[in-house]
């Protein structure tokens, strides 16, 4: 299928990605072929789903589409750094019962009241945050700000301290970073550290449970059968996995997506109140509004694989059992059956029904109530302590086709006083 007005379709290539998601191809195959057959150079090839009602409807029917083998484009190698090893399984790949059993574990960690609970603290880590760069008058928005706060949030959750969770996200990035930019040995290096470190907070765990998410696991069972090591591990490296860089590329992508559109940027600053408010940010605030448009106009993650498990039909196109189908969450969130005018950043939408979380299925982002109160507080607190805040040179991007947004953002500001 082709027509004169058709560009080049390639959602492989990470060079597509670089800079913005490829909105041009997106929109062309959302009206001409909105389940698209993909090559895939040494794979079987894939079905693209672009339009919002279509992703919905494979990320809510796991009967029909499942998480297993694996939620990335490529199956895993046959032993090689996956996400299962023999009979255990990350939960993020696996359907329900099995999936629900394991999300009732975590879950009670992850509800809005939970994540409410560390408002508090997450607004002194954000205070904590600014006052490492306010002198400054300058820094990179990614590393300095945007990258702290979930790798600390995340430490905090499970436990351990605050520099390793830094370390640990660091890894992650590589890990999401396509073959293409990190190197397979890299990456085993990173997938290697990743596993020491979590044998280690396995068994200090044990051995001296404290209160916190990584006790609460070390010492877990599931169905009676208690969760040993490599199953811990799973948790950790999805725990760490998914709420490092998906939050960071939020709040670098979203900065990055103000500087564009300078007359928001200035609404939202005004609208952000006194420092240090962001236990009180909320009700008459654009913040709310605001980081729901930003999620729908990153859409940090690019896409979600689910496997057919029958033959069946989506749209026009035939599926067959086996078959791959990739949900690209940046597509659906810019179809205007998801909001109106979606080619406009308008950050004071009352009406966003993005999927920037997941289509409403049983994989929906565990973390997304926490993740809104470490992105509104960290907003909160740039957009009162550092003033004048712009774009200080090119932004870098991720060489990933699977995780969206910059890695380096540099800004300057004028300079202020610590609080801390
Ligand atoms: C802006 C930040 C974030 C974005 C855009 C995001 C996005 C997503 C998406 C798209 C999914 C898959 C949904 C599906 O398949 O239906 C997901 C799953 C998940 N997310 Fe997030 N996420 C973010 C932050 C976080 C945070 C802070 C955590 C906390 C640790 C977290 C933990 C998880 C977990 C554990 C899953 C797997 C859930 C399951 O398999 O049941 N995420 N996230």
Redesign the pocket.
């Known amino acids: 299928m082709s027509s004169p007005d058709q560009p080049h379709i390639d959602l492989l290539s990470v060079a597509n990605f670089a800079g913005g998601q490829p909105h041009d191809q997106f929109a062309w195959l959302r009206a001409n072929d909105p389940v698209h057959r993909h090559p895939e150079p040494g794979g079987p090839g894939f079905w693209a789903v672009t339009r919002y009602e279509d992703v919905r409807a494979v ?1 809510r029917d796991p009967r029909t589409f499942s998480s297993s083998p694996t939620i990335m484009l490529h199956d895993p190698e046959p032993g090689g750094t996956g996400s299962a090893f023999g009979d255990h399984v990350m ?2 790949m696996t359907d329900p019962p099995v ?1 629900t059993r394991m ?1 009732r574990l975590v879950s009670r960690e992850f509800t809005p009241r939970a994540a409410a609970a560390l408002r508090p603290r997450i607004a002194e880590l954000a205070t904590g945050i600014v006052d490492e760069v306010v002198e400054r008058g300058s820094c990179d928005l990614v590393t300095d700000l945007a990258g702290e706060m ?1 790798s600390f949030v ?1 430490a905090d959750v499970l436990g351990i301290p605050l520099a390793d969770g830094r370390d640990l996200y660091r890894h992650t990035e590589a890990l999401h970073s396509s073959e293409e930019v990190v190197s397979a040995e890299q990456r085993g290096v990173a997938f290697g550290e990743m596993l020491a470190y979590a044998q280690q907070v396995y068994a200090a765990k044990r051995s001296a449970p404290a209160d916190d998410l990584a006790s609460m696991l070390a010492n877990g069972f599931i169905d009676d059968q208690p969760i040993d090591e490599i199953d811990f591990f799973l948790w950790f490296l ?2 760490v996995d ?2 490092g860089d ?2 960071r590329n ?1 709040v670098g992508g979203g900065f990055h997506a103000l500087f564009q559109h300078p007359d928001q940027l200035a609404a939202l600053t005004a609208g952000a109140g006194s420092p240090s408010a962001a236990s009180a940010a909320g009700a008459g605030s654009l913040l709310g509004p605001a980081i729901e448009e930003l ?1 729908r106009w990153v859409s ?2 690019i896409y ?1 694989r689910r496997t057919a498990t029958v033959d069946t039909r989506l749209g026009s196109r035939e599926i067959a059992a086996g078959d791959k189908v990739v949900m690209y ?1 940046g597509s659906a969130n810019r179809d205007p059956d998801c909001v109106v005018e979606p080619d406009r950043l308008d950050l004071t939408r009352s009406k966003n029904p993005h999927v ?4 409403g ?8 109530h ?2 809104r109160i ?1 992105i509104e507080a960290l907003l909160q607190e740039m957009l009162t302590r550092l003033p004048g805040l712009e774009s200080d040179g090119e932004a870098k991007w991720m060489g990933s086709n699977f995780i969206f947004g910059p890695t380096a953002l540099p800004i300057r500001f004028r300079p202020g006083p610590r609080l801390g």
């Open positions: 990320g939960m993020l999936h999300r979930p995340i999805l725990l998914a709420g998906t939050t939020l999620l940090p993650v979600m969450y920037a979380f997941g289509g299925g049983p994989h929906f982002c565990l973390g997304a926490l993740a470490e």
